[in-house]
């Protein structure tokens, strides 16, 4: 236990007896007077129950407060407190009735911090609460169940058990009307389909707040995506992946005798597969307002709302196979309308056996990004006896509603004349026919392949004796002869005829052990040694120049802590640990939580030596403690980034 020398002096004076101040103040006896070494206990049970807290378990809460409606998103928010605020939890998606859908909307982190200053030593507390919030949508009304719920953050995972939630079914709105219009044919996979969606509302547009359509039909099949502007009026339409805004026209239509304002859309999806699909009425809801308030600026602000809806027809839809009549065999699952193919090659003067690189082109009115190129031998292309043809799926790339596709193919046949016509065909839904269109030929000149045969083959090494040259032509013999005029010239050849194509078969210079020589091994080494070098060097000044200023400075500040701490050894106590001290609070304000609870015990210590009374009687401090301070500064120093 240690007292400080102002309290020291208050109770007894300098001379060591009791003080004028402190006599008069024990005679008035102050009932509020209360021996001073409690603060410090009062404050470390203060501190133990605030990290008992943080220790604690994550608490879990769910709110779910109705009343909630079908066919209405309702929003259900799942609050837990107790996890660290870094990384953000993982979140398991709740088991739910069938007719239910509950979807995750985002995560809010609510983070509060304080910070508490005592003796001169400063603690941050923070803590965190994260805000799940879902959106759950029942398509009738009834009591459902949802959960339970999972959350995890590291290796720590809370649960929370399921819930049970209650909608209630909401009045028609006869003012609304909505309709779903789809083609009155059968229509195929691949196919643009359009659809046609209204929304009538015969009163006042502004009463209407939240609405949104719902059919099946979006969660059946994959609609075209279109980006609406921001001047656009948008329809909202419900799914399954989330609210969807599809651009509208608006106009005006009379119904019955009524007048009704129209929102129509007309969005377009692609069925994959053939089937019927029967899909249930489509729903209209909405909040509409039944009452309105002025607020402070006078404005018109809804007062009260009630939940309305609006149900259309049921829809069927039939997606048809493909034909297999006249299906024709350059066909790949194309399907719309006007179709092109262009075909281009790099060269059309070759030898066989080259290589020749055709690019393909693709475009119409239909799913030019689906597409496929195929087969280059079929419906009258090119043959696989007189081309070699590449195998498997070609990939191609889409630029500008055009597909291209790169392919090279080889000519195996001198007489080749042209590059046929490529086929390519697609299904027309509106005729319900195939159709087919061809490139045009493109015109060759192939020339025998050139073959280097042994009597091509020369030494490189010429010989002395005309008798032992091989016999050749006379421009081989004059070529021979040169050779032996300037030995060791390279001598340029425009073509493969007398080129140096020998095989070396003399065993004496075959067996002959080359070994580099000394100074050109050190140069190699030196060579690589200067690049690790410099290679070294290079990211060494990257390291130097990516660290951030601010670091640098706290790292040089620590350093001169460190060193400071260091100088303090041979000093007295009461000297050393007033240096040591100061230079634990410098550190411990540009440290983090967990740095500074290492800190504080060893500035504590410091502190009991700087107050006791009889003030060390000059011994030294010892050399183990100012150990421990620099030690604690060297880890802070290298756990600095």
């Not at 985002?106 to 983070?111: D, L």
């Not at 959106?135 to 999972?150: H, I, N, Q, S, V």
């Not at 009597?455 to 021979?480: M, N, Y």
């Amino acid at each position: 236990m240690y007292v400080p020398r102002s309290v020291w002096r208050r109770q007894f004076g300098t001379d060591g007896g009791p003080s004028v101040a402190a006599r008069v103040h024990d005679s008035r006896k102050d009932r509020w007077n209360r021996p001073t070494w409690l603060a410090p206990i009062f404050v470390t049970l203060i501190l133990a129950w605030a990290s008992l807290a943080s220790a604690a378990e994550p608490v879990v809460q769910v709110e779910a407060d109705g009343p909630h409606f079908a066919g209405i998103p309702s929003v259900v928010r799942i609050l837990v407190k107790g996890f660290d605020q870094e990384p953000e939890p993982q979140f398991v998606q709740p088991d739910a009735t069938p007719g239910l859908q509950v979807e995750l909307i985002n995560v809010v982190p609510h983070v509060s911090q304080r910070i508490e200053i005592f003796n001169g030593r400063q603690t941050n507390y923070s803590s965190v609460v994260y805000d799940f919030r879902f959106r759950m949508l029942a398509d009738k009304p009834g009591a459902y169940t949802t959960g339970p719920f999972y959350i995890q953050q590291g290796q720590t995972r809370v649960t929370h058990q399921a819930i049970d939630v209650k909608f209630e079914d909401i009045a028609a709105d006869k003012d609304t009307r909505v309709l779903i219009k789809l083609p009155d044919r059968a229509v195929y996979p691949g196919e643009r389909v359009l659809v046609e969606v209204q929304w009538w509302y015969a009163s006042d547009t502004d009463n209407i707040r939240n609405l949104t359509v719902r059919s099946q039909l979006f969660d059946q099949f994959n609609f075209v995506e279109e980006k609406p502007d921001q001047r656009d009026q948008l329809l909202p339409i419900q799914t399954a992946k989330g609210s969807v805004g599809l651009k509208a026209k608006v106009s005006k239509e009379t119904f019955r005798g009524r007048s009704y304002i129209v929102l129509t859309a007309s969005p377009q999806f692609i069925p994959d597969k053939p089937g019927e699909f029967n899909f249930p009425p489509t729903v209209a809801t909405m909040n509409k307002v039944v009452r309105w308030r002025r607020d402070f600026f006078r404005g018109k602000v809804p007062a009260a709302t009630v939940p309305t809806k609006s149900t259309g027809q049921a829809v069927r839809l039939v997606v048809r196979p493909y034909p297999r009549e006249g299906r024709p065999e350059s066909f790949v699952g194309a399907v719309g309308n006007g179709f092109a193919m262009e075909v281009t090659a790099d060269r059309t003067v070759v030898r066989v056996g080259d290589p020749i690189g055709l690019t393909v082109r693709v475009r119409g009115e239909g799913r030019v990004e689906n597409i496929s190129l195929p087969p280059l031998d079929v419906d009258g292309g090119m043959s696989a006896d007189r081309f070699r043809l590449p195998a498997g799926e070609l990939a191609g790339t889409l630029e500008d509603g055009v597909k291209t596709f790169p392919v090279s193919v080889r000519v195996l046949d001198a007489n080749v004349r042209e590059i046929p016509a490529l086929a390519f065909s697609w299904f027309n839904p509106n005729t319900e026919t195939y159709q087919t269109t061809h490139s045009a030929p493109i015109a060759l000149r192939v020339e025998e392949a050139e073959l280097v045969t042994a009597a091509d083959v020369v030494s490189r090494v010429a010989t002395t004796d005309p008798q032992d040259s091989p016999k050749t032509d006379a421009g081989a013999t004059d070529q021979a002869s040169h050779a032996e005029t300037a030995p060791g010239t390279a001598v340029a050849h425009s073509s493969a005829h007398h080129a140096d194509l020998s095989i070396e078969v003399s065993p004496e210079r075959l067996l002959t052990n080359q070994r580099p020589r000394i100074s050109e091994t050190l140069a190699q080494a030196a060579c690589y040694l200067g690049g690790l070098t410099l290679l070294m060097l290079a990211v060494w000044d990257r390291r130097r120049r990516l660290v951030d200023p601010q670091v640098a400075r706290q790292r040089q500040n620590l350093r001169e802590h460190q060193q400071r701490i260091q100088s303090a050894a041979g000093l007295p106590r009461d000297v050393a640990a007033k240096r040591i001290a100061d230079s634990l609070r410098a550190v411990a304000a540009n440290a983090n939580a967990e740095q500074r609870s290492r800190i504080e015990p060893l500035i504590a210590q410091c502190e009991e030596i700087i107050y006791v009374p009889e003030g060390g009687n000059g011994e030294l401090v010892q050399p183990e403690f100012v150990a421990r301070a620099a030690g604690l500064t060297a880890e802070i120093l290298q756990e600095t980034a």
